[in-house]
């Protein structure tokens, strides 16, 4: 009688037997308590950090101020599908933003669904800024097992400058995100070889770049570097692949981009932050190069970096302004990422862990050089992206480091791990000193960071000595409140205060226009009111969301300290809002002022179109005379508020034009009728 033998398991593309699939019941539990071959610790663990990173990032939303320029083209997209689509500052689509409109869909898409308000735009950057933590866990957990992947979820559900920026409208949660995305399909592309999680790789990489476009590309290198070299598959077949992916990717960044530069100037708003109304010089200047180098075609790009973030140079993510934000597991990132190499000695082309270690590292370094030299505008929150690379690192360094220190020469890795702890434990104190005197927070957290560095190192190096593992354990979990306690810290104090939407910090100010919630950010509305609202709406008395003080718009200078081309950028009041309104007489557009900064807080207040002729700085070109003229003929608009002097011929000569031929209104300085 012959026998049957057993169909084969099925097996993986790598060789790996595949697991039959859970039953329903089956995957429900193990949501909540893990694969059966993980530590019963492990998922209590990771639910535990998606609660905090929760809590932090969406505690007392009503009290959170975000930015007002962002907040305005959202609201205006609400109102118009013309301006959601183009990311248009005003309902009347006369200008855009200066980035491109991925995030601001995310959030009007919220607004238009649940109605506009504080939590309404806040809910799906809270969910994707806890969705990169768990992301980063499952990334990490995936080749390093649950003990590194809990620290480095940890490590950015704690970095103080991603607790700041997750409780913010900027766009930053939505591009980490996405990159993330990318990351995740990258690597499972290179573990299988196939194709098309490289294609979906290039896919995230392009909406990423539909968010903050030049910065979503900062970690392609990497990506190209870390397929063509692990990849299962022959060369060829590689170099296929990637070519294939980078058209995925193309597509994917330039739809709409090729979409909107293809519509005639005459029927879509000015491209804000452009000096040729296009999206390309948008992001080879402005968003590009410009951001880099500190000068282009783009006038709007040069001059600011070192009023945020410090002046440019290798340094600059330590000092005083940056050092608080994102430092804090810089040194220990280092060391493990350098020590993380060696041990991968001689593996195999394919080594997964030896192409994550390249990957995070990659990520990590080459947004840290392009952070440290950039010479154009820089604001702290910008280096939130490179904050996964260091908690990853963080975290595989940790079991590295950890598994050689116990198993190793004593001579060659017993000193590694403990000179980690001791440079990442030094390293705290210092930034820890540095806010002395800002709070009893900061003491308390300089204390248990000097204190539990001490026992981590000591206990180490007894446990070497003395072949005690369980004192070893110990110093492991007093090494993560060593280097955890001062993040922790400024993370708590970003919850505990509302944050400035044009520049989000944590922990106490230290200068640069940022700190402890940065200067004053104008209010939007909070609730479901929508601006003009009641309660919550925002107040155009108060300086709206920028970076200059008030008395700096009085003047008519821009955010940016520019005098604002001859076309008054003062706050408006609220009692002159009123007065527009009643006598807006039908026209599209309630008012004409200098700046988006000014133009996104009446908007907020009026829930009205305002038109912004100079964009974010004052200076872009979006309004000409001709232009000027033939709105006030058709009666589109009204009123325009101008100042006593300018700089630029065309708004010199709208100026000059205005005071001649409109009526000015005694209500408000700088303030004509027009018509």
């Not at 709406?537 to 005098?563: E, F, I, L």
Request: proline share 5%; glycine share 14%; hydrophobic share 45%.
């Amino acid at each position: 009688m012959t026998t049957l033998a057993p169909p084969p398991a099925p097996t993986t593309q790598d060789g790996r037997h595949r697991a039959a699939p859970p039953a329903a019941g089956s995957r429900l539990r193990r949501l909540f308590t893990g694969a059966p071959e993980d530590p019963r610790w492990a998922r209590p663990a990771l639910w535990a950090i998606l609660v905090l990173a929760t809590a932090l990032y969406a505690w007392n939303l009503s009290s959170i101020t975000g930015n007002t320029f962002y907040d305005a083209a959202v609201y205006s997209g609400t109102k118009s599908w013309k301006a959601f689509f183009f990311g248009a500052l005003d309902s009347g689509s006369f200008i855009t933003v200066d980035k491109p409109p991925f995030a601001l869909w995310v959030m009007g898409l919220s607004a238009r669904a649940l109605g506009y308000g504080t939590w309404q735009l806040m809910l799906p950057m809270v969910a994707l800024g806890t969705g990169s933590v768990a992301l980063l866990h499952r990334m990490v957990k995936r080749d390093f097992g649950a003990v590194a992947a809990t620290i480095a979820a940890l490590a950015l559900t704690l970095t103080p400058i991603t607790v700041a920026i997750n409780r913010d409208t900027n766009p930053d949660p939505v591009l980490v995100f996405l990159m993330l995305l990318g990351a995740a399909a990258l690597m499972k592309a290179v573990r299988t070889g196939r194709l098309l999680p490289l294609v979906w790789s290039g896919v995230a990489i392009g909406f990423a770049f539909n968010t903050k476009m030049m910065q979503a590309y900062v970690v392609l290198p990497v990506f190209f570097l870390v397929y063509l070299w692990a990849a299962r598959a022959g060369l060829g077949r590689r170099i296929r692949n990637l070519a294939v992916g980078t058209v995925a990717l193309v597509v994917s960044s330039a739809w709409w981009m090729v979409v909107v530069d293809l519509i005639p100037a005459s029927s879509r708003p000015y491209i804000g932050g452009s000096t040729d109304n296009t999206v390309w010089d948008l992001v080879i200047g402005y968003n590009g190069f410009g951001r880099i180098f500190g000068a282009s075609s783009s006038v709007g790009s040069q001059g600011n970096g070192a009023s945020f973030g410090g002046e440019a140079g290798l340094y600059r993510l330590f000092n005083s302004i940056m050092g608080g934000q994102i430092s804090w597991l810089i040194p220990f990132a280092i060391i493990a990422l350098i020590g993380g190499l060696v041990l991968c000695g001689r593996a195999p082309r394919t080594d997964a862990k030896r192409a994550a270690l390249l990957l995070w590292g990659g990520w990590f370094v080459l947004h840290y050089l392009t952070f440290a030299l950039a010479e154009g505008t820089f604001h702290p929150y910008y280096v939130t992206a490179m904050a996964p690379g260091v908690a990853a690192l963080a975290g595989i360094g940790a079991v590295m480091l950890y598994g050689a220190f116990r198993q190793g020469s004593a001579a060659k890795w017993g000193w590694v791990l403990p000179t980690a702890i001791a440079a990442g434990t030094v390293w705290a104190v210092v930034l820890l000193q540095r806010v002395s005197g800002s709070g009893t927070i900061y003491t308390v957290a300089e204390v248990v960071a000097g204190v539990a560095g001490a026992v981590a190192v000591i206990g180490l190096l007894l446990g070497l000595f003395t072949g005690r593992q369980r004192l070893t354990g110990i110093a492991a979990l007093a090494a993560v409140v060593a280097l955890l306690a001062g993040p922790a810290a400024y993370s708590a104090s970003a919850v505990g205060s509302s944050t400035n939407g044009t520049n989000p910090t944590a922990g106490p100010s230290t200068g640069g226009m940022g700190g402890g919630g940065g200067m004053g950010g104008g209010q939007r509305p909070s609730g479901s009111g929508g601006p003009g609202g009641g309660t919550g709406t925002s107040k155009s008395g108060s300086a709206p969301s920028g970076s200059s003080s008030s008395s700096s718009r009085s003047t008519g200078q821009s955010a940016s300290g520019r005098t604002a081309g001859g076309m008054g950028d003062t706050q408006v009041s609220s009692a002159t809002i009123t007065y527009l309104k009643q006598h807006q007489d039908g026209a599209t557009w309630l008012v004409a002022v200098a700046t988006d900064q000014t133009a996104s807080s009446i908007i907020l207040e009026s829930g009205e179109p305002v038109i912004s002729m100079g964009g974010w700085s004052g200076s872009d070109n979006a309004m000409t005379l001709a232009k000027l003229k033939s709105l006030v003929k058709s009666g589109k608009l009204h009123y325009i508020v101008v100042g006593d002097s300018g700089q630029g011929s065309s708004n010199s000569e709208i100026s000059t034009w205005v005071k001649k031929n409109g009526t000015a209104v005694s209500t408000y300085s700088g303030l004509y009728r027009l018509g």
